[in-house]
Every structure is written in C-alpha cells, then in structure tokens.
C-alpha cells in the first residue's frame, strides 16, 4: 500500500511548490493514478486547474495512502477536450470526473453515467435522463427537492418492483451556492463565513480544514494551544451530531424514549460549543492562526461539568436503544453495504468504518493535537445501519474519553499568531476527520499568492453514492432509515 | 424488565421542558452578544473601521448621512464591535431580534439605535392562527444550521407544540412558510411552487441571514440574495444561524402583541 514514487508525497497539513508537483501527459497520468488506486490508494480529490492563458486544463490528483500515512499528488500536463475515464476501471472516480466535465467541460470518455453533478443549466438539477428499470410490475417513485421534514433539498428516485428498491438514484445540486467558484482571487473577506456555512454542522470541521490550507500556504501551523483547542471544538462538534442521529435513527423506528432523549442531550453539546465561542455551531472559533476564543480555567471547568452530564445523559438514552429488542430487529440487515462494495466507491467516516475498513484521518492522517493524543478507530464489521449507529456509539464514548483526556493536558502559549501571506505557485492539503468523514481542502496560489483554485471535498461527496447503494434490495419504506444511518449533507455536496 | 426500565429511567428525568415563558427565558451563552445597537451620533469624523471589517456589507456610511448597520445582512461575528474606536457599535445581549419589515432591521438614524421589534399579526389573521399555526419548512440553500436550530423547538426540551406551532409535512396543510437559505437558484422553482400551495391567508418567516439576504454568501451567482426576490416575507429573524430563543420569540411575537400567546 506504499504509494508510486513517481508522485510527490507530502503529509496532511503541509504545502509544496506547484512545480514539484509531477506532470505527467494525460494516458500517464491516469495510468500512474489508476495503478496506485489497484494499490490500495484512494482518491481524496480529483479536480481540474484551468491554466491562466489559453483554456487549457490540468487534472490534479490527491491521493490518500492510509496505511503509510502519505499523501501523494500529481497532475495531467495541459489538455484540451477529453480524457479516457478512470471510472470505468475505478468507481470512486465517477462523480469527480462528472464533476470536471461539469466544471470545465473536459469530457471523460466511457464515463458511464456523465450527467451534471448540480448546475441546474438552466432546467432544474432533476430534469434530465435518470437511470430506468423496465418491466410489467416496475414503477417509479420520485421524491423531493422538497421533503416532509425540516430538511435540505434533494431529489431521489426509486426504481421499485413492488416494495422492493432495485435502483436509488440521487439528484442533487439544488443547495449550490457557488462556494468554491467565489474563492479564487481570495481568500476574500466573506471566505472564511462561507467556509464555516459551507455545511453548517460542520463548521469547526471545515474552518479547521480552511484554516490548515492557509497555515501550510504561509509556512507556519497553528500555535500548539490553538490546536488544542481545534480538537476539543471538533469532537465537540462530533459528540452534538452523533448524538442527533442516534435519536433520529431511534425515531425512524418509532423508538421514543431515545429519541426524545437524544434531540435535547445534542442541544446540551450544542451548547458547549457555544460555551467556547457563543455560537452553537462553533462559528468564529476557528481561524487562519489560531482560534478566536481563549478557555480560560473557569470556562473550562464548566466545560467539564457539562460535558459530564451530557455524557452521562447520552449513556442513558443510548442503553436504552442498545436493549430494545425491537431496535435490534429493524436496525440489523437493514441497508447492508459490503465491504468491497465501500473501498470500490472510496466510502469515509462512520459509514466506511460500519462495513470493517479502518479508515480515520485521526489516525491514518493525523494533524495539530492529534498527532500528540490519540483516539482509537471504531470499527463494526456488518455494513447495516445496526453497524452505522454502533460505530456512533463507539465514537462518543471515544470522543468524551478523549476530551477528558484533552481538558487535563492544555498547553500554555498564544491562542493566536499572526499569519504570513501564502507562498505563491505553491499547493496545499488539509484533511481534517469531521463527524461525517474525510473532509478535503486543496489550495493553488498565483504567482501573486493569491488563490488560483481552491478544492472543497466534503464526505458527503464521496459517500451520497453509498446510501443509493445500500437501498438496493430494501423495502422502499426503510429509505428513511438507512438515509438517517448516513446522514449526509445536502449543501456540504452541492457547495 | 426492559419496559420497566424504560419508564422508570423516563420518570426519573422528569419534565425537561423549559420553564419560558411562565419563567425567564433561558440566558443567551455569555459570549454569544444576542442583537447590536449603533449609536452613529458617537461615529468619530471619517472613520469607517467597521466598514472595512464587515464580511457581509451590512455596515454603510455615506458622506451625507449617520452610519448604517443592517442587521439583515449581519451575520454577527462582532468585528465592528471590536474595532470601533469610539464604542458606536455595541452588543445589547438580547435575543429578540425579530422584525416584521426589512427596514426595521437598519440601525443608525437617530432614534434606530436598536431594531424595531416586530408586531402581531392583524386582529383577523390572528383568529385564525393565534391558536394553531402550521407552517412548512423550505430549506433553499440553507447551511443546516437554521434547520438544526428551528428543528430542536419541536424536541421535549422547547415544545413548540405547546404554542399551538407545528411543522407539517404538506404545503397543503400549512398556513405558511419558514424559509431558511439564502434562496438557490436552483431552488427557486421549488420554493414558488411551494408558496403557492399553502393555501390562502399564508405568513411567511425567513429564518437567518441568509434567507433575509443572502448572509456570507451575498452577491454569489448562483444564489437569490434572500426569500424576498422570491416571495413577500412577514417576518424576518435575523442570525446565522438565530438562537433557537430568537426563532421562537419571533414565532410568539407574530401570534400576539404580547410575544406571548393569550393562552400561556
């Protein structure tokens, strides 16, 4: 699993020079991507870099090698028109490649599915070719953009025999908000509030990923009390969703007690992130630098009592789910992933760990704190959504362990540096573990030091793909559930 | 055993529902600042530090005129409070900030120092939905963060239900709309054809910067600037996201001129 030499290597959280970035002609090049991929490599982000002059377009190449803890990138020397599709031969390639051909119009030839991953050109994100199953008894069930809950927009059509799904496919793009396009020539002054709104659950995730680019572009990284810091807002962050989706997950199979339970107990971590900096979302925290907001011992004393009750309050409510037998029955076998099924189509977070793939940042890629503490992967090996709510499960008991662990090691020191100004031609990675999974950051400066393109991958990118998946062969009443086991984001997608 | 258990464990817990507003309304975190006040007579001459600092454009000043703080636009991060040099810009605390009109939300003219907090509906719509208001959620564009905080006022811990609030399923059942998001283009065929099946008489409250006017992601192309390109608003709760205190005394503003229904 050790990465091709040919490709630069650099570890999360570090920058280097555009040129030392290999450039390959484009056969090479997917060649290089596509056998390190057959290696066990797996594609963090696959983006176009349009060329100042002339149109022409570079593919770039962001590749995770877990096991060695390397990243490794590399790039298409310039090309106009098409590309050989690396899908055909690797799935989790094929929404990057629609979403280039999106972005730039470089079409990726033998691409078996290329249509639009969220511009609406001019009809609507749904309208359009979905994929169809014919027969006598077939019909078409087509939900969204809007649902029947306090919920983002999205579109889903069922190809159903009877009850049963035979085909899920998800149209998306209604929340695109023009994210990554408004970044380059920045980071402009709104930059870092359309970051920490890019997926409002997970700010502190993508602030601390933002954050990181920038650090790396400047030559620095955060002061040590800062990066302390970040980790305690992250699991946080991690505690208040893992603990919403346990209730929501109750919910959806009319289990009650924990789900009353769990929506308040995730205001209670919700407001310990507001204890930190005011916003229950963790807005303003995180910055270029270092963090906004001090914790003092009296601050921290209160975090520590609150994250006790909470903890204690979601042990209860959890209990409470893990004994019902009734739970059990709907959660297990439900919504099943393989294994296989989740390293073919470069599933992250809770969702990959649920089918046995040891997959973390933390660990594989750890950056600022957690390179000095750790916390242990969890696992679950049967890819049903019984294994997805068991992995939150584990992780809260892991989060709360480890920020324990975290409030008794504080470093002293600034909170907060002045940055340096990005170093130009250079580029930039930043995976940071959100509640979700791997979310990815990928600058280029300018020769001026200002950004040329920036990348934003976030887990639901990856992992949309595996909830359509886990629909195959379920009763179309259980969509609600195994969509609540995944819990993916709308606009952190659509950008 | 387990059934026992269950109850037991439930009864114990007791009602966890706030006591607000029979008793005080919670306090806001201590460093969220809840709404700003501008006092533009204290502006020194040719000072616009604020101006610079303003991710959103919430903040003008013009030759002519005082200072203008636009708390539709603000997201409220308090980078003004922070470099004003003469205290103009200051954080009151208070989670009430919702307005029934956009220009209710501009500070700065003498006598706007603070925003002007919203009225009740009229004596006709509120026999109608001072009781019972079913409204239908449209995220267009939102970050989930209004969602998350508009979605915890119906968990046991704000009960919206007991306001006679309640968020359904259809349009067709609603007597309005909450909207949230700075309004997608993508969404906006959605959202139209949501607003007209509510039936008539409809409110329409949009909830958060965004939907007011666009918040971080004002002047993107891909996006509206708000609901009120789209469809007329009501009611405008401004924060990104607002405190689920600040929704919910919107919500009650709206349905008496008290804040507080005359059934509580």
Not at chain 1, 293 to 299: A, G, T, V
Not at chain 1, 340 to 347: D, F, H, N, T
Request: proline share 8%.
């Amino acid at each position: 699993m050790n990465p091709t030499p040919a490709f630069a290597l650099l570890t999360n959280g570090t920058a280097l020079p555009w040129a030392e970035v290999p450039a390959w002609p484009m056969p090479e090049f997917l060649d290089q991507v596509g056998a390190s991929l057959t290696r066990g490599g797996r594609l963090s982000s696959l983006f176009g870099v349009p060329m100042s002059e002339g149109g022409a377009l570079q593919l770039v190449a962001v590749l995770a090698f877990d096991a060695s803890n390397t990243l490794a990138v590399g790039r298409s020397q310039p090309f106009t028109g098409t590309f050989p599709a690396l899908t055909v031969h690797h799935p989790q390639a094929h929404l990057f490649e629609r979403e280039i051909w999106e972005q730039h119009g470089a079409v990726p030839q033998g691409h078996p599915w290329l249509k639009p991953v969220r511009q609406d050109h001019g009809a609507g994100p749904a309208v359009g070719e979905f994929f169809r199953v014919d027969g006598r008894e077939v019909h078409e069930v087509a939900v969204g953009p809007v649902h029947a809950g306090i919920i983002e927009p999205g579109h889903f059509r069922f190809q159903c025999a009877g009850e049963e799904v035979l085909h899920l496919e998800i149209a998306l793009g209604y929340q695109h908000r023009g994210v990554e396009e408004a970044l380059p020539g920045g980071p402009h002054r709104a930059s870092v509030h359309q970051i920490e709104t890019l997926a409002g659950d997970t700010t502190i995730a993508h602030a601390t990923a933002y954050a990181g680019v920038l650090e790396a572009l400047a030559g620095t990284e955060a002061p040590l009390r800062a990066q302390w810091l970040r980790a305690i807002a992250l699991e946080l962050e991690r505690l208040a969703n893992h603990t919403g989706d346990l209730g929501a997950l109750a919910g959806d199979v009319a289990f009650l007690p924990t789900a009353s339970a769990c929506g308040k107990i995730r205001g209670d971590f919700l407001n310990l992130t507001a204890l930190l900096c005011g916003n229950r979302f963790g807005r303003g925290l995180v910055r270029p630098g270092g963090c906004a907001w001090e914790l003092e011992p009296e601050r921290l004393a209160r975090l520590r009592a609150g994250l006790d009750t909470a903890l204690r309050d979601v042990q209860q409510a959890a209990a409470w789910l893990w004994d019902a037998t009734a739970v059990r029955a709907r959660f297990e076998n439900t919504g099943r992933l393989e294994a296989s099924q989740a390293r073919e189509i470069g599933l992250v977070g809770p969702a990959a760990r649920a089918c046995g793939l040891v997959r973390d940042v933390r660990f594989d890629h750890p950056t600022g704190w957690y390179r000095f503490a750790q916390v242990p992967v969890s696992v679950w090996p049967d890819g049903d959504v019984f294994a997805r709510a068991r992995v939150r499960w584990l992780e809260i008991q892991r989060a709360g362990e480890f920020l324990r662990e975290l409030f008794d090691t504080a470093p002293d020191g600034p909170l907060h540096l002045p940055l340096p100004p990005p170093a130009p031609n250079t580029l930039a990675v930043a995976l940071v573990e959100g509640w979700r999974g791997e979310v990815c950051h990928v600058a280029l400066t300018n020769a001026q030091g200002r950004l040329h393109r920036y990348k934003l991958t976030d887990p639901s990118f990856h992992n949309w793909t595996g909830l359509a998946l886990a629909l195959r062969g379920q009763a179309i009443s259980d969509f609600p559930l195994c969509n609540k086991s995944f819990n993916l984001s709308y606009c952190g997608f659509d950008l | 055993m387990f059934l026992r258990d269950t109850l037991l464990n439930r009864l114990r817990r007791g009602c966890e529902t706030l006591a607000y507003p029979h008793g005080p309304a919670p306090a806001l975190p201590d460093r969220h600042g809840g709404a700003l006040r501008l006092d533009a007579a204290r502006c020194p001459l040719d000072c616009a530090a604020c101006v610079a600092v303003c991710p959103t454009q919430a903040i003008t000043r013009l030759p002519t005129e005082p200072t203008a703080l636009d708390l539709g636009r603000c997201i409220f991060c308090a980078e003004c409070v922070r470099v004003c040099p003469a205290g103009a810009i200051t954080q009151t605390g208070d989670h009430r900030m919702a307005a029934r009109h956009r220009e209710d939300l501009v500070l700065g003219a003498p006598g706007r120092e603070q925003l002007r907090l919203a009225e009740a509906l009229g004596e006709q719509l509120r026999n109608l939905f001072g009781r019972s208001l079913r409204l239908r959620q449209v995220s267009a564009g939102g970050c989930n963060a209004c969602e998350a905080d508009t979605n915890v006022l119906s968990t046991i811990g704000w009960d919206l239900g007991r306001f006679g609030i309640q968020f359904v399923a259809s349009p067709r059942h609603a007597d309005g709309l909450l909207i949230t998001g700075p309004v997608s283009q993508n969404m906006e065929l959605a959202l139209e054809k949501t607003y007209a099946a509510v039936p008539d008489p409809k409110v329409v409250i949009a909830v958060g910067a965004c939907a007011i006017a666009g918040g971080p992601f004002r002047g993107n192309p891909p996006i509206r600037d708000g609901a009120s390109p789209c469809v007329p608003v009501d009611l405008y709760i401004p924060g990104c996201p607002p405190h689920p205190l600040t929704i919910l005394d919107g919500l009650l503003r709206l349905l008496s001129p008290a804040g507080i229904p005359a059934s509580f």
